[in-house]
């Protein structure tokens, strides 16, 4: 049975083939075709590092329809990782490519054994403007199980203007 999954994607480093990050996020885009239909890809947009990086990321976000179970297509999405010369280091450091599962049309899902760790929706992607941006730009309806609230409320209430204090 198939199901839809919305995929966050991140550069901030250069590929030898690929070249800048944004190019990187690009053909990554392009490389999850191997694991369903692609139904539509957002803009890749700039975003300033977070954490230990250092270098200013290219964002994306992608609608993937796919037969994958969430474990499988999380061991796929680290393999892409990995060919893309990912490597293992400090978290939230510099990276030639990261992707995760934000969303699953099957609602919430938590992983045991050998994907240890992987929870649907992505535990902090309501706070991160560079997934909601490129995420509400393809799927502004799409709720976030948790929340009830759908892609475009969520950014909308992130990138909102604050008043200043008095």
Known sequence: M???????????RRHGLYGP???V???AMEEFAVFGTVLSRSPVIASAAMGAARRQFA???LVLESDLAPSALLAAC???ERAFGR??????GDRVL???IVLWSGGLWRSGGASAGLAIP????RNRTFVLGPAAAIAPRWRDPVSGLSLSQLHARLTRPRPLPR
């Open 2 to 12: 198939s199901s839809l999954y919305l995929i966050a994607l991140g550069s901030n």
């Open 21 to 23: 990050p944004p190019q």
């Open 25 to 27: 996020v690009r053909a």
């Open 59 to 61: 964002n994306a976000a």
């Open 78 to 80: 680290k393999r892409t």
């Open 87 to 92: 490597r293992p280091g400090q978290r939230w």
């Open 98 to 100: 990261d992707c995760d």
């Open 122 to 125: 992505h535990p902090a992607f």
